[in-house]
Antibody, heavy 120, light 108 residues
Framework: EVQLAESGGGLIQPGGSLSLSCAAS????????MSWVRQAPGKGLEWVST????????YYADSVKGRFTISRDNSKNTMYLQMNSLTAVDTAIYYC?????????????WGQGTLVTVSS | DIQMTQSPSSLSASVGDRVTITCRAS??????LAWYQQKPGKVPKLLIY???TLQSGVPSRFSGSGSGTDFALTISSLQPEDVATYYC??????????FGPGTKVDIK
């Protein structure tokens, strides 16, 4: 059974940094791209970032490019999202998702999400 | 950048009704289109990928169609458990993804 578990969310002041983790199990982690998707309170889904199965290629939404860094450790079956220079607009539930294939596919499994609140 | 729009933004229909949600891309995206269902307070769930391929385990009353710029998600007979917000998503080989704004479906 595929399982994805996010951690690392919390309350952070504007301008601060936070690191999220996504622990995966139930599939061959390195074979699949992984993505982060966020959802601001009461709003729609927003794609944030995707990393290829090998970790060698990364993609970012314009809204986070230069501030967020996606990475993965295939030996630990874990994906990360380092978030810097956070502002209130980054407040959201952050979901990690397993893509159906490597890069260029939809996401067929989702974690429960972790809430990031940026506020003073 | 590719923009995705959906219509309507919300709808209310009776149990058993046929419901269609449309999604339009700002440029041709072939069939790189997925549909997700998000029930209130729940995690998004993949319903359809490649515009018309039903994800395993999804009821057959859901179907997808379209190619290029215009796509549709149809629920052939609306059920109470289908109350949710539905999102289309473009994904592509360049690695980028874009969600539509969502369509909220209620029971009349």
């Amino acid at each position: 059974e595929v399982q994805l578990a996010e951690s690392g969310g919390g309350l952070i002041q504007p301008g601060g940094s936070l690191s999220l983790s996504c622990a995966a199990s139930g599939f061959t982690f390195s074979n699949y791209a992984m993505s982060w998707v966020r959802q601001a309170p009461g709003k729609g889904l927003e794609w944030v970032s995707t990393i290829s199965g090998s970790g060698g290629t990364t993609y970012y939404a314009d809204s986070v490019k230069g501030r967020f860094t996606i990475s993965r450790d295939n030996s630990k079956n874990t994906m990360y999202l380092q978030m810097n220079s956070l502002t209130a607009v980054d407040t959201a539930i952050y979901y990690c998702a397993k893509d159906r294939n490597d890069v260029g596919s939809s996401s067929n499994y989702w974690g429960q999400g972790t809430l990031v609140t940026v506020s003073s | 950048d590719i923009q995705m729009t959906q219509s309507p933004s919300s709808l209310s229909a009776s149990v058993g009704d046929r419901v269609t949600i449309t999604c339009r891309a700002s440029q041709g995206i072939s069939n790189y289109l997925a549909w997700y269902q998000q029930k209130p307070g729940k995690v998004p769930k993949l319903l359809i990928y490649a515009a018309s391929t039903l994800q395993s385990g999804v009821p057959s009353r859901f179907s997808g169609s379209g190619s290029g710029t215009d796509f549709a998600l149809t629920i052939s007979s609306l059920q109470p458990e289908d109350v949710a917000t539905y999102y289309c998503q473009n994904y592509n080989s360049a690695g980028f993804k874009t969600f539509g704004p969502g369509t909220k479906v209620d029971i009349k």
